[in-house]
C-alpha cells in the first residue's frame, strides 16, 4: 500500500511540475508583452486627450444645441462597445468586464459592437446582437480599424438605431491593478468648464462650430476606441501576467506538500520494512 502511494505522489508530483513550467513560461511571455504594450498605450493617450478638449470647446462654442451628436434622446435602445480578452488564464478580468455591461444595462435593449474572441463568444452564446465579429484580436487593432468601426456606429447612432454608445473596457492602472470602465462615447455631455483652457475655447470655427463639431467627431471617436484598444490590452497582459505569477506560486507550493507526503510515506515503508525484519529474526 504504501510503495502504491508513494507512485501515485510522485506521478502528481511530476504532473504539477509539467503544469508550472507551463504558467511559469506565459508568464515570462506576458511580461516580455507587457512593456510594449505600455509603450503603446502612453503613445495613444496624448491624442485622445487633445482630440477631447477640442471637442468640448466646439461643444461649448455652439449656439445650436441640437446638434445630433451632443443632444440627448430618450434611450429605447443601446449599443456598447465591449473590449475584452483574446484568450482566457487571465483571472477574472474578462468576467468583470461583462458584469459591469449587464449591471449596467438593466432592463434597457441593447446591441454590442464586441472587440476580442472572448467578447464575440459571450455575446453569440447569448444571443445577444452584434454589429461586427471580425475584430477577434485586440493587441493588432489600428487606427484605421477603428475609423471603420466608428463609422458603422455613428451610422447606426443618427439613423436612430440605438440613442447611446457606451464604451465598456479595462484601464491600467498599474501592475497589480487593473479597473474596469464604463463610459458614454455618445451623446457627448458637455463639460462645465472647458477642459483645454484659453487657447482653445478663443479658436475661430469655419464655417461654424456646429459643422466642425459635426465632421471632426468621427476622428475623436476613432482616437478614443483606439486609446482605448491599447489600454485595455496592457491591462489584460498584466492580468494575465498576475493570473500565471500566482498560479506558479500555487504549484510551488503544491509541490512543496506533495514532496513532504512523499518523504513521510517512504519514512514510513522503511520504517515498516525494519518492522518486519526484526519480528521475523525474532521468530
Same mark, same amino acid.
Not at 471637442?55 to 440627448?72: M, N, R, T
Given at each position: 500500500?504504501?510503495?502504491?502511494? /508513494?507512485?501515485?505522489?510522485?506521478?502528481?508530483?511530476?504532473?504539477?511540475?509539467?503544469?508550472?513550467? #507551463?504558467?511559469?513560461?506565459?508568464?515570462?511571455?506576458?511580461?516580455?508583452? &507587457?512593456?510594449?504594450?505600455?509603450?503603446? /498605450?502612453?503613445?495613444?493617450?496624448?491624442?485622445?486627450?487633445?482630440?477631447?478638449?477640442?471637442?468640448?470647446? %466646439?461643444?461649448? !462654442?455652439?449656439?445650436?444645441?441640437? @446638434?445630433?451628436?451632443?443632444?440627448?434622446?430618450?434611450?429605447?435602445?443601446?449599443?456598447?462597445?465591449?473590449?475584452?480578452?483574446?484568450?482566457?488564464? %487571465?483571472?477574472?478580468?474578462?468576467?468583470?468586464?461583462?458584469?459591469?455591461?449587464?449591471?449596467?444595462? +438593466?432592463?434597457?435593449?441593447?446591441?454590442?459592437?464586441? #472587440?476580442?474572441?472572448?467578447?464575440?463568444?459571450?455575446?453569440?452564446?447569448?444571443?445577444?446582437?452584434? *454589429?461586427?465579429?471580425?475584430?477577434?484580436?485586440?493587441?493588432?487593432?489600428?487606427?484605421?480599424?477603428?475609423?471603420?468601426?466608428?463609422?458603422? &456606429?455613428?451610422? +447606426?447612432?443618427?439613423?436612430?438605431?440605438?440613442?447611446?454608445?457606451? *464604451?465598456?473596457?479595462?484601464?491600467?492602472?498599474?501592475?497589480?491593478? =487593473?479597473? @474596469?470602465?464604463?463610459?458614454?462615447?455618445?451623446?457627448?455631455?458637455?463639460?462645465?468648464?472647458?477642459?483645454?483652457?484659453?487657447?482653445? @475655447?478663443?479658436?475661430?470655427?469655419?464655417?461654424?462650430?456646429?459643422?466642425?463639431?459635426?465632421?471632426?467627431?468621427?476622428?475623436?471617436?476613432? +482616437?478614443?476606441?483606439?486609446? %482605448?484598444?491599447?489600454?485595455?490590452?496592457?491591462?489584460?497582459? !498584466?492580468?494575465?501576467?498576475?493570473?500565471?505569477?500566482?498560479?506558479?506560486?500555487?504549484?510551488?507550493? /503544491?509541490?512543496? +506538500? &506533495?514532496?513532504?507526503?512523499?518523504?513521510?510515506?517512504? =519514512?514510513?515503508?522503511?520504517?515498516?520494512?525494519?518492522?518486519?525484519?526484526?519480528?521475523?529474526?525474532?521468530?
Amino acid at each position: 500500500m504504501a510503495g502504491s502511494s /508513494m507512485k501515485s505522489i510522485k506521478l502528481r508530483i511530476k504532473s504539477v511540475e509539467s503544469t508550472m513550467q #507551463i504558467t511559469r513560461a506565459m508568464q515570462l511571455v506576458a511580461t516580455s508583452k &507587457l512593456r510594449r504594450s505600455k509603450e503603446r /498605450m502612453e503613445m495613444s493617450k496624448p491624442y485622445a486627450s487633445i482630440s477631447r478638449e477640442a471637442i468640448q470647446a %466646439a461643444i461649448l !462654442a455652439c449656439g445650436d444645441k441640437s @446638434v445630433p451628436y451632443v443632444e440627448a434622446r430618450p434611450v429605447k435602445k443601446r449599443c456598447y462597445i465591449v473590449i475584452a480578452g483574446e484568450r482566457g488564464l %487571465a483571472g477574472g478580468y474578462n468576467n468583470n468586464i461583462f458584469k459591469a455591461l449587464a449591471a449596467d444595462a +438593466g432592463d434597457t435593449p441593447y446591441v454590442v459592437l464586441p #472587440i476580442g474572441r472572448k467578447a464575440i463568444d459571450k455575446y453569440q452564446h447569448l444571443g445577444i446582437e452584434t *454589429l461586427d465579429q471580425s475584430h477577434t484580436h485586440v493587441e493588432g487593432i489600428s487606427v484605421g480599424m477603428c475609423y471603420k468601426l466608428v463609422k458603422r &456606429l455613428t451610422e +447606426g447612432y443618427l439613423d436612430g438605431a440605438f440613442d447611446e454608445v457606451v *464604451l465598456v473596457y479595462t484601464t491600467f492602472v498599474s501592475m497589480m491593478s =487593473q479597473e @474596469v470602465r464604463v463610459e458614454r462615447l455618445l451623446p457627448v455631455e458637455p463639460e462645465s468648464e472647458p477642459a483645454a483652457g484659453h487657447r482653445i @475655447v478663443q479658436t475661430l470655427y469655419d464655417p461654424n462650430p456646429e459643422e466642425t463639431l459635426m465632421a471632426v467627431m468621427p476622428d475623436y471617436l476613432a +482616437g478614443r476606441l483606439y486609446s %482605448a484598444a491599447c489600454d485595455a490590452f496592457a491591462s489584460e497582459v !498584466a492580468a494575465r501576467r498576475n493570473a500565471m505569477d500566482s498560479a506558479t506560486k500555487n504549484a510551488g507550493e /503544491m509541490i512543496d +506538500g &506533495l514532496r513532504l507526503k512523499y518523504n513521510r510515506a517512504r =519514512q514510513g515503508a522503511i520504517t515498516q520494512e525494519i518492522t518486519e525484519i526484526v519480528a521475523g529474526s525474532e521468530a
